[in-house]
Structure formats: structure tokens, C-alpha cells
């Protein structure tokens, strides 16, 4: 087995990152919050999508499944008689903490979903660390609150991409950054084991087992890659630190599960079996996300849009000026940035919680599906 010779390219790409980032402002809060707002969906906790750690927070659905209402009463509030919100909201409507600043900061918030202010309570979060010391994204999900905006006690607003050029905009990882079915997906090969498996997609949406002897850095290795029934996206020898695509000549419409399989050679020992079971966006997926020996580098979707690694930009201020190539979404509209690692040993909430904090490479095209809770 051999760790990638592109690790320390990338580990230099992530410094530069981490500069461009100071000078730019990153993709996640900085500074504790005075005044964040969510818009409600109206769903249960059963959709909390936050790469937040879960001892942090809390989700408990206690009343009905169903109202039938549009509308619900919620009450926000914090520490001691500190109430950040109290009213009734519409489903698919906003709804604000602290917007008239009677306090200076939201150390923590319990939000509570009533069917109606005297009504049955249907749903508590309680979220204990809003002091951005902590991977906090826009549109991260807690239960039926979405979170679409917030204002930071240094003065920073982060919110969806509205063309205020008083305020720093920014459209982030929070729902998955893959936004549909995929179409075709490019990996590097890096030789890595089952272990080397870096990514937050459900354990039980993937499998990853190694079945033979290390990999050895002499390759070059066979792969192949197929789907159900006699879909074969991939067949060829692949050596490590390079890179090799599925479905690249747009044979099938789109790539609802994969298997790849690394042997020794094209008629030798098989060593890995990695099976992704869901490819079509509904579940986590990165840039960088890593399958034991395969790390995703590009992929397009079969909307047109394509996710990618090798884009340069710049990012400026008035002091510093960086240029570096970093992750890069095209969707045909505007491009965000980002950056992974390739580090072996890191957890998946790691890695991905540095590649969004950094620069989440994805534009968030926020589309409800309700249920009422």
C-alpha cells in the first residue's frame, strides 16, 4: 500500500486555501452569532442534515406525525428569560432569532414547533453551541428549521447569493453538495486499503472489502467497474496516483449504483470490492470523499452540471492576493471553490468538515419537499 504522492500537492493547496480564506472570509461562520434565521419546511427530525457534532445538538419529535396546518407556532429561546422568537410561520416562510437585537449574541437556542401558541408541541431542537466554534453552513438542516442567513457579531451577514455587494454571500455545502443523479464520475486511484475510506455517506448506502494481499506500490492494477446487469462503466489498467472514469463515453444515461473491483492484473488476484449502492445525489456526496483505494476528483450529473478539482481562481483583498487551484462547481450560473486532503487516518467528519470549512465547492439550489411534521 502506498499513500498518494499528490498528498503534499493538496496539503499545499489547503494552506493556500486557509489564506485565501482570511483574506475572503470562508464558507462557514467566524465569529459568534447575534441574529441567525431559518426557513421552515416543516419537517422532522429525520431530515437534520448538519455536519455539526450530534453532541451539540438535539432533535426530538414529540407530538403527531401530521396536522394537516400550514401554519405553526414556534418559540426560540436561550439561557435564563432570553426569548430569541415567538410567533406564528408559515410553512416554506422564514422566521428570525434576535432580529430586533435585544441581546448581543446567541450563546445557545432551543426552538420549540407548536400546532398553535396553546397547542400541542411537536418538535424541540436544541442547538448548544452558536459560537461558530463549530461547523455551522447555510442550509443546514435541524428537523423542520433550515438555516438561510445570519448576522455575526463582528458585523459579517452570511446569506443566500442575493448580489448585495454590502454583505458576504455565499451559497455552501449544508444539503448535499451532489445535486442529481450522476451521469459520470472520475477517481484517483490512490492504493489505499478499506480503512483509507474517508466519507459521510450512511454505512449502509457503500461496502468496501479487502480480499487479498496489500496493494502493492508497483502496479499498475486492473479495475473494473460495473452496474447492474451487464452495465460495465470501466475495464483497464490504472496505475496509482492516476486517474480513471466511469461511464466517460456516455454509454448509460446515468449511474444508479457502481461496483469497482481492483485486481492484481486483468486475470489476477482480486484485492478490493467497493460498492456504492446509491449514486444519484439523494445521499452525502464530495469532492474528495475517499472508497478505499478510489478518491473522487470530478463528476458530471446528468443535469449538465459538473463538479471538478482543477480549476484556478483568484481571491483578493486589500492586502492579499491568492491564486490556487481549488474544487470548482459549473452549473452554467456562478461558481463557488474548494479544496480536500488526502490524509490518511482521518475521520469523514474531518475531512469533510475542512473541504466545507475551507471552501465548500457547490452552488445549493435550495428546492422544500414538505412534510409537515
Known amino acids: 500500500m502506498k499513500l498518494s504522492s499528490k498528498t503534499n500537492e493538496l496539503f499545499s493547496l489547503l494552506i493556500i486555501a486557509i489564506i485565501a480564506a482570511a483574506a475572503a472570509g470562508d464558507n462557514k461562520c467566524e465569529d459568534p452569532l447575534k441574529e441567525i434565521t431559518y426557513r ?5 427530525c429525520g431530515e437534520t442534515n448538519a455536519l455539526m457534532s450530534r453532541e451539540l445538538f ?6 403527531n406525525a401530521s396536522t394537516g396546518s400550514d401554519t405553526y407556532y414556534i418559540e426560540a429561546s436561550g ?8 410567533g406564528d ?5 422564514e422566521y428570525t432569532l ?21 397547542g400541542e408541541l411537536l418538535q424541540t431542537v436544541t442547538i448548544n453551541d452558536m459560537t461558530c466554534s463549530n461547523p455551522l453552513f447555510l442550509f443546514d438542516k435541524f428537523g423542520g428549521s433550515q438555516v438561510t442567513q445570519w448576522v455575526e457579531t463582528s458585523g459579517r451577514v452570511v446569506d443566500e447569493d442575493d448580489g448585495d455587494e454590502e454583505e458576504d454571500d455565499y451559497t455552501v455545502i449544508g444539503d448535499n453538495n451532489c445535486q442529481g443523479p450522476v451521469e459520470e464520475i472520475t477517481y484517483l486511484f490512490n ?16 461496502s468496501c472489502e479487502d480480499s487479498g494481499n496489500a496493494l502493492i506500490a508497483t502496479g499498475p492494477y486492473y479495475i473494473e467497474a460495473s452496474g447492474s446487469g451487464n452495465s460495465l462503466y470501466f475495464a483497464g489498467n490504472v496505475a496509482i496516483d492516476s486517474e480513471y472514469t466511469l461511464n466517460q463515453e456516455g454509454e448509460f444515461d446515468s449511474l444508479g449504483s457502481a461496483t469497482i473491483k481492483v485486481y492484481t492484473t486483468k486475470d489476477g488476484e482480486l484485492l478490493q470490492t467497493v460498492t456504492i449502492n446509491d449514486m444519484t445525489c439523494t445521499s452525502p456526496l464530495f469532492l474528495f470523499d475517499k472508497f478505499g483505494a478510489s478518491q473522487i476528483t470530478k463528476w458530471t450529473e446528468t443535469s449538465g452540471r459538473v463538479v471538478t478539482s482543477d480549476i484556478e ?3 483578493e483583498n486589500s492586502e492579499t492576493d491568492v491564486d490556487a487551484d481549488i474544487g470548482d462547481v459549473d452549473d452554467g450560473v456562478s461558481t463557488s471553490s474548494g479544496v480536500g486532503v488526502m490524509e490518511a487516518g482521518s475521520s469523514a467528519a474531518t475531512t469533510n468538515t475542512v473541504t466545507a470549512t475551507i471552501a465548500a465547492a457547490v452552488v445549493v439550489t435550495v428546492t422544500s419537499v414538505i412534510t409537515l411534521i
Open 40 to 44: 421552515f419546511n416543516g419537517s422532522s
Open 58 to 63: 438535539s432533535c426530538v419529535d414529540s407530538g
Open 79 to 86: 439561557s435564563g428569560d432570553s426569548l430569541y422568537f415567538a
Open 89 to 93: 410561520v408559515g410553512i416554506g416562510s
Open 98 to 118: 434576535n432580529q430586533g437585537g435585544a441581546f448581543d449574541s446567541l450563546g445557545s437556542a432551543t426552538i420549540k414547533v407548536y400546532t398553535t401558541k396553546d
Open 191 to 206: 492504493g489505499g486499503r478499506c480503512a483509507a475510506t474517508d466519507t459521510i455517506m450512511l454505512q449502509a448506502l457503500f
Open 313 to 315: 481562481i483568484s481571491k
